[in-house]
């Protein structure tokens, strides 16, 4: 696992100052969300605002540490069964670790973004494998708790018992099913299903943020799934505001933000300034990517990559183009 660097610590500083002013603040208005473009300082690990921290590293959930005891299972509409922690929080496991020997790799600014599950967390567990549970020591001394060999954490983004937002994190952070294995997978590789921001579960290999060439809107930006990415004419980008809340984002998801990497990567790839990519903060406490200052969302009946059957639906909504234009 990198360790943050103040040098990091910096530029994150420097990018929260950047897209302050590329998007600037925003009054409330009637009918819409008043928002501001979010800090994208983070790691190649998921340690971002992004994902729903500040432009510093995100706290620890409330008594992360020694108040987890006795663990037991929950059930997710998406994800099956999941092991959660004494107080309902979801445990999740991290790609970068070891199970065999069982070694944790999350430590520093990370283990502020997802704080170990300490090893008292076994106690009064009810799992229907009790043996299935151990403990690792951490580089800083203190035990935490394993699962089947797994180093178990929590996620600061989750701020209710329930929550899974920490679901997918850049591709490296799981919920756990009770025998220690990745919740919500297919065969063990990608998420199998839609996750928090509206993914179709297509276990293709894409890139954060891409384009594709369709013939009659030219090129257009598909999301790490290759689906299509859409703005909504409702919206607006300066002052800017969310206006598809509730069930209209049930029927167009927000698109998944991007953490840092992900941002400048998509940006060199697609010959885009970098200071067009950007998040935002949504009512309801989840992250949105927007593509200048604008929100951009999937469509809930594009089933396959690189469908754009959302294309003008209602007379607001159209595909996106690299530099955020509307596709016509």
């Known amino acids: 696992m990198k360790k943050a660097t103040r040098a990091g610590a910096a530029v994150g500083a420097a990018a929260v100052v950047l897209l302050a002013g590329a998007c600037g603040s925003s009054q409330q208005s009637a009918g819409t969300t008043t928002v501001q473009p979010a800090a994208a300082a983070g790691d190649a690990y998921g340690n971002s605002p992004a994902y729903g921290g500040s432009s510093s590293a995100p706290q620890a959930a409330p008594a992360a540490a020694g108040a987890a005891g006795g663990i037991g299972t929950a059930k997710d509409a998406k994800l ?40 008292s967390a076994k106690d009064g567990a009810k799992v229907s494998d009790p ?8 580089a800083d001394g203190s035990k935490q708790l394993t699962v089947a060999g797994w180093p178990m954490y929590l996620y600061a983004a989750d701020s209710a018992a329930g929550q899974t937002n920490g679901q997918g994190v850049n591709q490296v952070w799981w919920a756990v ?22 993914d179709s579960g297509s276990s293709t290999a894409w890139p954060a943020l891409s384009s594709v060439e369709d013939p009659q809107l030219g090129k257009i930006l598909v999301d790490g799934k290759g689906m299509v990415l859409y703005r909504f004419t409702k919206d607006v980008a300066w002052p800017m505001k969310i206006s598809c809340v509730g069930q209209c984002a049930k029927v167009w998801p927000p698109a998944r933000p991007l953490n840092l990497q992900q941002q400048e990567e998509a940006a060199k790839a697609l010959g885009i300034d970098r200071k067009l990519i950007t998040n935002i903060h949504r009512p309801d406490g989840t992250w949105q990517l927007a593509i200048n200052c604008w929100p951009v969302y999937t469509y809930s ?19 996106v183009t690299p530099q955020g234009k509307l596709a016509k």
């Open 301 to 319: 009946k594009d089933t396959k990559p690189g469908q754009a059957s959302g294309q003008g639906v209602g007379g607001t909504w159209f595909a």
């Open 131 to 138: 043996s299935q549970l151990g403990e690792v020591t951490r």
């Open 80 to 119: 099956g069964e999941i092991l959660v922690d004494g107080q309902g929080r979801t445990m999740y496991r991290f790609d970068k670790d070891t199970a065999n020997p069982a070694k944790s790799n999350c430590n520093d600014a990370c283990a502020q973004a997802w704080p170990p599950v300490p090893a």
């Open 177 to 198: 099913q009770p025998n220690g294995k990745k919740a919500g997978q297919a065969g063990g590789a990608a998420p199998a299903g839609g996750g928090a921001y509206g």
